[in-house]
């Protein structure tokens, strides 16, 4: 590993670009050392990701059109910090009851290029189809399954390498890469990372039809086989002064047991009065791996509401962090996280609210229904000094339906500022006996009255969903969860 | 005891009052809560569709009537209920609450509880219903010839009977429409009869909703979410009203609700009514009882029923209190 005196960027001759958790020894032809600011932090470079950072590298092409050219500060910044951050184990705060070694004994590998041509996701519905979608496959942006058109004029959805207007990109490559929160897998992303998918809604326009984000991973390995191809999908929303849009967020696991790993990162920036409604719907295969990171930046008056919905995965970790950058702002959060196979489910969250008037709410819900089931919650509110009169409230509720059903709940509200009103609490329980026994007397079985209880919990969620045809969507979902076929 | 003047119907057709009391072994009036019928069940068609309810009770019995006469009700009606000797604890820790009932009840019968603020009513009636914060510790209780003990409390709703709460809980998240079309649908599964949507159930549950003047607002409301206490009360009878009963039983439906919800309620209670259905009240107050008439009144004292009579224990009860009663 001496050849790793000085990298910041590491070259390897393509292929193999397998990646397995026993490092090889590999001859490195090529190491392009740039300026370096900071003393290298060699001592605390891990060789698995290090490996892994290289398998990634290798498997793109580097950004041949200068329209991409925020992707590659994406990727120079990433690969930086990759060097100094370890994969993280269960002695790390953050991951302490979120056990990442599934991933790490598994081979991985970045997924081929190119995507394929044909999806074998489930189609999606008539009344779908006519909303403006964009279909994300592997991480690529590709034509088939996406539908841009009706969009209001100046609104662009699309990869960032398709955008014509020479000021868009301009003004994209303002914001990339100046986030510091983030962590090994929202670096991994930032490396592997092959396209940026970007939402633009320009000052004052309210785009009427929500912006439908399908994501699918088409590569994927058979279960048991213990690999895992990894793909990094990376979208950037800005939305400007004023700017109004729904965002509709949708993994799709596909049929059948199908093992990957999907990485993405969702980057928000909300301009002053805007107001975004982000639905996040993640329905991934039970064996895959999904780590996502969201990220968003709010400017005075904006208004950010997120209604996720996570079922899916055999890991699945939702990082969430909402940042204030002015006053005046409304923060929304609702998430309900399902495990009912054995997998884990984790929320991190973090708000930060550094402005005054801010008002933030937060409701945690979480249904475990598997006793090798897991749901993890970490959600942070920082109330800092000038963010008086601030609002904020935070809740979370646990239903834990099988005798080993585990959840790690760390709910908490940080406040340094002292004119603000906050409330938070967090409940585990079981199904009522007196409910259930309600649905007894009126001549309703006890497994109907469980499944219609587990529904509601969830309910108060999912009614939050602000586009119906999702809201239908994962009630189909589970119900099914509730009723395998 | 004074006989006190039956006062429970205008309409009581002597002819069958003479005949009801000619089928006692005894001159003395039924006495349903020892009541042990002979296997004897044919016979008098008549009689059984008259209104049986309305008959009146002659002359309430003492207690010490009771074991000196072992009598059947009902003139020719089925049994219904029979509950004997019943204990029952609490559950969790396993303290005694009911501690020998004995009460019968035939179809057609209006019968209602009475008795001090702790003293087991509502302990009885959940107990009949299978709560599970209590357990049955002897004794035995037949239901239409089951042994209620042997099913589970959603085959006792299943089978006829039917308890309207005391204090109906809140189920958040589920709606009124929804929970009960559940319950529909689980008696018509019941009955081998197609399920009906949630339009076809709208239909069926509208004018009911009529009938208890409700608005139809409470079906999209989650079930006694934000409901008043009379609120409840009322979604109570709307679900008795919707799925029907043999015997319903209803805790304190009169608390809480203002003089013309007690009308509705007593309307849609009466409308209910069959020469073969029955309902058994608990209550404290009169007033119910001049709205659905009972034949039968019982005092619980302590888990047991100690007395047994007919409206003038109400009477009674509402001028003197308790110890009147006791001294009856
Ligand atoms: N689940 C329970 N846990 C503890 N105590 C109970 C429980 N259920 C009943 N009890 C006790 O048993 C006794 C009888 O209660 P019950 O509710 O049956 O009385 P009640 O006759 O209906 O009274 P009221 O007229 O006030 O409604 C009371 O002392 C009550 O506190
Ligand atoms: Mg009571």
């Keep these: ?22 490092p090889k020894a590999k001859p490195r032809t090529r190491i392009s050392v740039r300026s370096s600011l900071a003393p290298p932090q060699l001592g605390f470079s891990d060789p698995f990701v290090l490996e892994l950072a290289e398998a990634l590298e290798d498997s793109l092409p580097s950004p041949s059109s ?65 909303l403006p979608q964009l279909a994300i496959v592997d991480g690529y942006i590709v034509d088939f399954g996406s539908n841009l058109s009706g969009l209001p004029d100046g609104v662009y959805v699309g990869s960032l390498s398709n955008a014509t207007s020479e000021s868009l990109v301009e003004r994209i490559g303002e914001f990339v890469s100046g986030f510091d929160w983030g962590d090994l897998f929202w670096s991994i992303n ?47 929303v800005l939305v400007e002064k004023g700017g109004e849009v729904d965002i509709v967020e949708e993994f799709i696991g596909g049929d059948g047991n199908r093992c990957y790993w999907a990485n993405p990162v969702l980057e928000v920036v909300l301009g002053e009065g805007g107001k975004i409604r982000h639905s996040y719907v993640q329905n991934q295969s039970p064996c895959a791996a999904h780590i996502k990171w969201t990220s968003v930046q709010q400017e005075a008056e904006s208004s950010y509401q997120l209604v996720e919905v996570s079922s899916g995965g055999k890991l699945s970790r939702h990082n969430l962090h909402v940042q204030q950058l002015g006053p005046g702002t409304v923060t929304e959060l609702s998430t309900l996280h399902l495990a009912f196979n054995e997998q884990t489910q984790d929320l991190h969250s973090r708000l930060v609210l550094d402005y005054p008037h801010g008002s933030s709410r937060q409701l945690h819900k979480c249904i475990v229904a598997n006793s090798q089931g897991q749901a993890v919650f970490d959600g942070n509110v920082k109330v800092n000094r000038y963010a008086q009169q601030t609002d904020a409230g935070q809740l979370t509720r646990s239903l834990l339906l099988e005798p080993r059903a585990t959840v790690n709940v760390k709910p908490n509200l940080q406040i340094i500022a002292d004119d603000v009103k906050c409330s938070h609490g967090a409940a585990i329980s079981d199904l009522e006996e007196s409910q259930l026994f309600y649905f007894q007397a009126r001549g309703i079985d006890p497994k109907t009255a469980r499944k219609a209880l587990v529904f509601s919990f969830g309910a108060e969620v999912v009614s939050q969903l602000p586009n119906s045809f999702v809201q239908k969507k994962v009630e189909n979902q589970i119900r099914e969860l509730l009723d395998p076929r | ?46 009689l059984r569709s008259a209104p049986l309810r309305r008959f009146a009770v002659r002359a309430a019995l003492s207690t010490a009537d009771r074991s000196a006469a072992p009598v059947e009700s009902g003139g020719g009606k089925e049994l219904l209920l029979e509950v004997r000797d019943l204990t029952a604890v609490i559950a969790e820790t396993g303290q005694e609450i009911l501690k020998g009932v004995d009460l019968t009840i035939y179809e057609g019968e209006v019968h209602a509880i009475m008795g001090k603020n702790g003293s087991g009513k509502s302990t009885f009636a959940k107990v009949l219903v299978g709560h599970p914060d209590y357990e049955v510790t002897g004794g035995s209780m037949m239901f239409k010839g089951e042994n209620l003990l042997e099913m589970e409390p959603e085959d006792r709703s299943l089978a006829g009977l039917f308890m309207s709460f005391q204090s109906p809980i809140e189920i958040p998240g589920v709606s009124n429409a929804d929970f009960l079309n559940m319950a529909y649908n689980a008696r018509r599964r019941k009955l081998n009869q197609p399920e009906l949507s949630p339009i076809e159930f709208w239909a069926y549950v509208y004018p009911k909703l009529d009938l208890l003047n409700m608005k139809a607002d409470f079906l999209n409301r989650n079930v006694n979410e934000g409901f008043s206490g009379g609120e409840r009360k009322r979604n109570e009878i709307l679900q008795l009203a919707v799925l029907g009963a043999e015997l319903a039983i209803l805790d304190e439906i009169d608390s809480g609700l203002d003089v013309d919800a007690l009308r509705d309620v007593a309307k849609s209670v009466n409308g209910l009514l069959t020469p073969k259905n029955s309902v058994l009240m608990i209550t404290h107050y009169l007033r119910l009882l001049e709205f659905i008439e009972p034949r039968y009144i019982h005092v619980m004292e302590n888990g047991k029923i100690v007395k047994t009579g007919d409206i003038s224990i109400a009477k009674t009860l509402e001028k003197e209190g308790f110890k009147g009663v006791s001294e009856m």
């Design chain 1, 1 to 22: 590993m001496a050849a790793l005196a000085f990298p910041r960027h590491i070259r390897t001759p393509p292929k193999p670009s397998s990646f397995s958790n026993k």
């Design chain 1, 66 to 130: 200068p329209k991409l050219s925020p992707l590659q500060r994406i990727r120079d910044a990433s690969s930086e910090t990759l060097l100094s951050t370890p994969w993280p184990s269960r002695k790390d705060e953050p991951f302490r009851f979120t056990d990442t070694s599934f991933i790490k004994n598994s081979t991985i590998y970045p997924v081929s290029r190119p995507p394929p041509q044909s999806l074998e996701a489930p189609p999606a519905s008539c009344e779908e189809t006519q």
């Design chain 1, 190 to 236: 930032g490396v592997g990372a092959p396209d940026l998918a970007v939402v633009y809604v320009p000052a004052g326009c309210r785009v009427e039809n929500p912006v439908h984000l399908r994501y699918y991973s088409a590569e994927a390995s058979d279960e048991g086989s213990n690999r895992l191809p990894l793909s990094n999908p990376r979208v950037f």
């Design chain 2, 1 to 46: 005891m004074a006989s006190a003047p039956p006062s429970l119907s205008t309409a009581r057709p002597p002819t069958a009052a003479s005949l009801h009391g000619g089928r006692r072994r005894g001159a003395l009036p039924p006495l349903p809560s020892c009541g042990v019928r002979p296997p004897s069940l044919g016979g008098l068609p008549a």
